[in-house]
Nanobody, 122 residues
Framework: VQLQASGGGLVQTGGSLRLSCAAS????????MGWFRQAPGKEREFVAA????????YDADSVKGRFTISRDNAKNTVYLQMNSLKPEDTAVYYC????????????????WGQGTLVTVSS
């Protein structure tokens, strides 16, 4: 599976962005998907994840109520809708895929996209 993340950019505090992650391959619908982020000088951290069917989603406490993960298996794409953005959300955002169940740790994912930068100005 090859992943291509897009949709990052510069936004003011309180603004919104929607990230997309397009996947290649015919088996996208069998993969659980996750979004992670990494700020300068910090470790990569979990943001959100979604099961292969889209029936189960998981969010980090830091983004709960503000970010929403979703997927469209017909389009081989997973999304991250980010609302009420804060400066502390500034990071490179990565999408990831795993053929196993949903995970919240980076090592649980086998395939990674290249990342897209989100910058939230105060």
């Amino acid at each position: 599976v090859q992943l291509q993340a897009s949709g990052g950019g510069l936004v003011q505090t309180g603004g919104s962005l929607r990230l997309s992650c397009a996947a290649s391959g015919r088996t996208f619908s069998s993969y659980a998907m996750g979004w992670f982020r990494q700020a300068p000088g910090k470790e990569r951290e979990f943001v959100a994840a979604i099961s292969w069917s889209g029936g189960s989603t998981y969010d980090a406490d830091s983004v709960k109520g503000r970010f929403t993960i979703s997927r469209d298996n017909a389009k081989n794409t997973v999304y991250l809708q980010m609302n009420s953005l804060k400066p502390e959300d500034t990071a490179v955002y990565y999408c990831a895929a795993t053929p196993r169940g949903v995970g919240v740790r980076p090592y649980e994912y086998e395939y990674w996209g290249q990342g897209t930068l989100v910058t939230v100005s105060s």
